[in-house]
């Protein structure tokens, strides 16, 4: 027969008989305030990673979108400051303001930036793509030993 668990301490909120969880910090009110303070931080002229404010404000960046699903004064904000953020990083690269390895790097994980590399032919028989290239017709290349 297993053990019951026992009582929790007295006057402890987030144990057992507090309706399951724990009380809710991130008040509507609050992320509201959050997104002024982000609208704030983006003017700054070394603000670019939005990582940086999430530390500056001592949470984990995955909080920027439980915000922004939670009010959408935040949502508002965010889609704004993704923007912006696009911006800005564009503006630095083409006046060597970043490096740009790093300022492609996040353009292309970030804002769906990509080199295209164009291929024409047919993967399953690439070698038939080139011969007709060659003469219009692979058929006529191909030695069927009738000579």
């Known amino acids: 027969m297993p053990k019951k668990p026992p009582p929790p301490p007295l006057g402890n909120q987030r144990a057992?008989?507090?309706?399951?969880r724990a009380p809710d910090i991130y008040t509507p009110e609050w992320i509201e305030k959050e997104a002024k303070l982000f609208q704030e931080w983006m003017g700054k002229e070394d603000s670019v990673?939005?990582?940086?404010?999430?530390?500056?404000?001592?949470?984990?960046?995955?909080?920027?979108?439980?915000?922004a699903d939670k009010n959408p004064v935040f949502a508002g904000v965010l889609e704004i400051?993704?923007?912006w953020q696009e911006s800005k990083l564009?503006?630095?690269g083409l006046f060597n303001r970043t490096n740009a390895g790093m300022t492609k790097f996040v353009l292309a994980n970030h804002h769906g930036y990509a080199e295209k590399t164009q291929v024409a032919g047919d993967a399953a028989n690439p070698l038939q793509f080139l011969l007709e290239k060659t003469d219009g017709?692979?058929?006529d290349l191909v030695d069927d030993g009738s000579d």
């Not at 057992?16 to 399951?20: A, V």
């Not at 990673?49 to 915000?67: A, M, T």
């Open 137 to 139: 017709s692979s058929k």
């Open 16 to 20: 057992l008989g507090n309706r399951g």
């Open 49 to 67: 990673f939005f990582k940086s404010f999430c530390v500056e404000r001592g949470y984990h960046p995955n909080r920027l979108q439980e915000f």
């Open 81 to 83: 400051a993704k923007v």
């Open 90 to 92: 564009v503006n630095y």
